[in-house]
């Protein structure tokens, strides 16, 4: 069993959540990260505090290629989550996007590849390398937007169609990490994800909606819904996320090389409209949105297909939506004075 794990990003929310998972299960953990996201220093807190032994937290950015060769040297496998996630930054700032997500995620690799260990490298793309989808037949539905002829959503044989500069660099990561496991056989495997919501996440409109909705309704704050609300997106909650990564770490030989579209598939999907219903029977009040014009690029319903992790994996996820908005509320009320403006 891998014993050494390196987390890029590992103090962002799907990077705490990752770290907590391994250091649960006794490994060692090196978290790598600038802090730049919000929230990232009170989940690095979280983590030091309660994690006192087998952690150990590098603050520095994924441009120090030295530091990055240093740390994967050591590392069992390398966890690459840090990214610069939202498509509006990208559009605003692509240069920033680019040196982030593309340089960023080839100076990883190059560190992977140099390391005498070889290391079982993770990357975690995005739905967005497959665009708009607009020649999917999609179908207006009373609460939610669906598919008109793909009832398990779209699968890995999707072809690319890089939109927006994060799309773009997002996606030529993606396939940097594919071939370098053809190239130089180093064992690699991507993830495509979709909507990933838990506990550590500071959502905001730009990414990561659930929790945005969530708190902003917990708390009494303005919430914008952009479009008609009947954006349909699979969720997966970050606990179940977590095990399928301890999953392949711990046995990376059937999946190494391989890509998969990662979400809470078919049967956990969710509209705007229909989490707000959710927030409203949990909180025992009426939450009345205000409504936007739709973004550029935003899709009308996204779905992972997730056969193939399943077949190679056997694993599904087991938190249904209204099981994981419930457990993002508690945790929301549990901690007021991290969501002080």
Known sequence: MSKNILITGGAGFIGTNTAKAFLDRGYHVTIFDNLSRRGSQKN????????????????????DFEKLKTEAAAADAVLHLAAQVAVTTSVTNPRQ???VNAWGAFNVLEAARLSPKKPFSLYTSTNKVYGGLEHLGVVEQQTRYAYAAMPEGVSESEPLDFHSPYGCSKGAADQYFRDYSRIYDLPTIVFRQSCIYGLHQFGNEDQGWVA??????????????????KQVRDLLFCDDLCDLYVRCVENPKPVAGRIYNIGGGARFTL?????IKILE????????PAFGDWRPGDQRIYVSNTTSVTRDCGWKPTTSPADGVRKLIRWVRSNPTLFQK
């Open 281 to 288: 029977k949990e909180l025992s009040r009426e939450i009345k």
């Open 212 to 229: 945005h909705f969530i708190i902003s309704a917990v708390l009494g704050w303005p919430l914008t819904i952009y479009g008609d609300g």
């Open 97 to 99: 996007d680019f040196e």
């Open 271 to 275: 509209s705007l409209l229909e989490l």
């Open 44 to 63: 690095l807190d979280w983590l030091t505090s309660t994690y006192p032994k087998n952690l150990r937290a590098v603050i520095a950015s994924l441009s």
